[in-house]
């Protein structure tokens, strides 16, 4: 394949996808989150203004890019093709976030100047909806109780204690890099368990 690649950087990361891709070279996986977390992450930032929802957008890239790697060609670097997927990856989230918080104020005119205002969704879930997402929690807790302790703790920690990455490292005295990555790891196997349970959820 003609490579389209002019910088030391693009070939570089070029290699690194090579050896993700080819060989599964866990070091070169990680080594491509070490070069662009800090640059994703804050694109993120300033796409959602919120840390929290920053991080938890850079790492469901980076398991979107990964998973995704067959697909990448040299055509352009891996840093604009992981920051297109970041971009859209944040859009999709900002959307689902609006329209779940439409304005109280929405109306709109038929053709025969009637208003007609949107039913409104409540912050407050009715009774149905209380125990479906009750049900859904437990699914999701004992689905977590089945990963390798290594994943559970970390898992547990970050979504259920809902501590910071950097709070992880520190607690569990595991570098910042293989949080992450373990991390990753854990949310892809969740994915594939909970898409197996998809009737459930």
């Known amino acids: 394949m003609e490579l389209h ?20 070279d866990q ?12 640059p994703l992450y804050m694109l993120l930032l300033k796409m959602t203004n919120n840390p929290t929802e920053a991080d938890d957008l850079t790492i469901e890239t980076f398991g979107k890019a990964f998973s995704q790697l067959n697909s990448y060609t040299p055509v352009s670097a891996f840093s604009t093709w992981l920051f297109s997927i970041g971009t859209n990856t944040c859009i999709d989230h900002i959307r689902r976030q609006r329209l779940s ?13 009637e208003v007609y205002e949107y039913p409104m969704p409540s912050d407050t879930p009715n009774p149905e909806e209380a125990v479906i997402t009750a049900q859904r929690h437990e699914v999701l807790r004992n689905l977590v109780k089945q990963l390798k302790p290594k994943y559970r703790q970390l898992v547990e920690l970050r979504f259920f204690d809902e501590l910071s990455y950097d709070e992880i490292a520190q607690l569990t005295a595991l570098p910042l890099g293989t ?11 969740l994915a594939s368990m909970i898409n197996e349970k998809k009737d459930v959820l």
Do not use: F, Q
């Open 5 to 24: 690649l002019t910088t030391d950087k693009a070939k570089r990361d070029y290699r690194l996808v090579c050896a993700a891709r080819e060989g599964g």
């Open 179 to 189: 949080v992450k990555i373990r991390l990753l790891r854990a949310r892809n196997i």
């Open 27 to 38: 070091r070169a996986y990680a080594d491509l989150m070490k070069n662009y977390w800090e």
């Open 101 to 113: 918080t439409i304005a109280l104020s929405t109306m709109a005119t038929t053709s025969e100047d």
